[in-house]
């Protein structure tokens, strides 16, 4: 991994202004966009918050009960935010945290009503759109007590980017017996930068569930979002589904504590090799019984590549259970063998497994946008074989 | 159908196969018996294929083209259709999806095939992901059902199958082979044979309990990568139940 010089990107000057209507924008950027889980007709979403480079250019809610504003208006209008702003995440964590606490450019701010149950999801894209961009975002997600609410949050880059860094705090708030979804689809360039830092807590009967999808190249890419379980019977289950190419390195994990009885953390993530590098990281910390934890960590090398699988577990009390599994490896031939037995051809046999393999159907999308992640991992096929 | 001349087979180097010859009529049931370890089931695989199983010597044709060296999937797409014993569990792909790819093109419905294999349930789970032996059969069955092959090879079917599902089975196999056709009171089976299209058979079995439900033609022995005592299934079996293999060494020298 190169060091990143943060002078290197422009962190001021580039903002568009509002765009009423998101059907209006360029077809190439609603192209990039679509494939981050965007749909710019707005239709069945509860809201839209997008972001190009330094400035919000669009952010409203469709639906009652949920409130989706530019960071910098939420923090005038709500004092600051004392209670959630900066307390997931560590202002002097490292350089970048630095930059977005010293600059904020923007980000989102959602919040539930205490009760509503948001049954479509609302979508946010962060856009890197002008070459040499840095951008600093903040996002702040609160679910209130007993609310449920779905965010497909997107990040792209223009297609031909000459380079560009997303540096993103997200800090994620989910109350009793509330359910939070996250769902991130990372859409980067050979020439992004990106350092997201999350960090969020579940109170009591509270669930979070994490999706992350990153199938296009990226230059170097490092997070490690981590929850705490605060409440008893929190839930937390991190999916991930990572494809690195050639020049891509992703460095990447989750870390979920269980702190109070009844907790559960799982961690699944499918990874695949085809040419770049991919560490991948879980962590999952019991300190409270009774508690649960799996972490499932699989690695395919296809075509090239490094996978560093760590999973991490770590107990300090009497009767905690955490599990692990890990493998990296390759396609097993007899299951190539079994589908060619049945008619497929080599190619299509290796590709069925792959997508059983990567199994996004277990994060439970919206069917359009299942069907652009699988035909983007068709796509991304080709470097595989 | 299927006609093997002359076949050698080595696993490694060793020389499992030794010089097989066998011809299965179209629409002619074949049984295949033999002690463990004879290469039965090395038969089958080098038939579908597969990759560990080296031909030294010998061709197979089926229905007419030279198969002794093609790919898996172009076997499979002639029409040779193979029931594993021990398949592979495919993660993440469904059962249905799984049925639906054996069709390729035709069109199926895919449940009224389930519920004939009592798999109604199993569509939605990955393929084979924690199947007992039985639901393997079953899941197989589905599977070549879907696929409709000309040549349909089984591997002892009644392994790991209660006497229930070896009903169901017993009455699969049977339909798979005969494509559906039953007889007939008022049109010769004969007559019906010559419009349906051509459906063979070639069964692994130690127990002989698939024989109950088929109209088996021939049956031959498998004796240390050598074909002998070729006869009606039923007497071999009650010959090999009388005397054990013992006789096939005296008929092999
Ligand atoms: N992958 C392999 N590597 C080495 N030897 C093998 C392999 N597969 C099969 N063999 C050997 O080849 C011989 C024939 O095996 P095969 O499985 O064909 O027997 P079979 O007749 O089907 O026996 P069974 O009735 O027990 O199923 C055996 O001695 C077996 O050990
Ligand atoms: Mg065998």
Known sequence: M????????????????????????????????????????????????????????????????????????ALARYDGLPEYYWTQVDKDKDEFTRSAAGDLHGGYFIRTEKGAKIAEPVQSCLFLKGDMVGQNVHNIIIVADDSEL?????CSVAHGSKGAAHLGITEIFVGKNAKLTFTMIHNWAETTVVRPRTGGVVDEGGVFVNNYVLL???????????????????????????????????????RIELNAPDTKGEIISRTIASGGTIIARGFIGGNAVPAKGHLECKGLILGGGVIHAIPELLGSVDGVELSHEAAVGKIAQEEIEY????????????????????????????????????????????DMF | MLRIEDLHVKIGDREVLSGINLHIADNETFILFGPNGSGKTTLLMTLMGFGNYEITKGRILFRGHDITH???????????????????????????????????????????????????????????????????????????????????????????????????????????????????PNSSMKQQLVLKRPVSGLIITHTGYILEYLNADRGQVLFNGHLCCEANPRNILDHISQYGYQECVRCLN
């Not at chain 1, 007709?41 to 972001?51: I, K, M, N, S």
């Not at chain 1, 792959?354 to 277990?362: K, T």
């Not at chain 2, 797409?77 to 569990?89: E, K």
């Open chain 1, 2 to 73: 190169e060091k990143i010089d943060l002078k290197d990107f422009r962190f001021t000057g580039s903002t568009l202004g509002e765009i009423a209507d998101l059907r209006t924008m360029d077809a190439a950027d609603k192209a990039e966009m679509l494939m981050s889980g965007i749909d710019v007709e707005e239709r069945d979403r509860a809201g839209t918050y997008l972001q190009v480079d330094h400035g919000r250019v669009h952010c409203k809610s469709l639906q009652q009960g949920v409130e989706v504003l530019d960071i910098k208006e």
């Open chain 1, 150 to 154: 779905h965010i497909i949050t997107g």
């Open chain 1, 216 to 254: 296009k190249p990226v230059k170097d890419l490092q997070s490690y979002p981590a929850i705490r379980l605060n409440g008893r019977g929190a839930v937390a289950r991190f999916n991930s589904v990572i494809v690195a190419p050639a020049g891509s390195h992703v460095d990447t994990g989750s």
């Open chain 1, 339 to 382: 589908l060619m037995a049945r008619g497929l051809d080599e190619e299509e046999a290796t590709s069925t497994i792959v997508r059983g393999f990567l199994n996004v159907d277990i994060m439970g999308l919206p069917k359009e946008l299942q069907d652009v992640i699988e035909s983007t991992i068709s796509e991304s096929q080709k």
């Open chain 2, 70 to 184: 093609a790919p898996i999937y172009e076997r499979a797409r002639l029409g040779i259709g193979m029931s594993f014993q021990r398949p592979p569990t495919i993660h993440g792909l469904k059962t249905r999806h799984m049925v639906r790819m054996c069709a390729r093109d035709s069109e199926i419905d895919v449940d009224a095939l389930a519920r004939k294999v009592n798999m109604d349930e199993f569509l939605e789970r990955d393929v084979n992901a924690g199947f007992s032996g039985g639901e393997i059969k079953r899941s197989e069955l589905l599977q070549l059902m879907a696929q409709k092959p000309y040549l349909l090879l089984f591997d002892e079917p009644e392994s790991g199958v209660d006497l229930e599902n070896m009903k169901l089975i017993g009455h699969t196999v049977r339909e798979v082979l005969t494509g559906g056709i039953e007889p007939k």
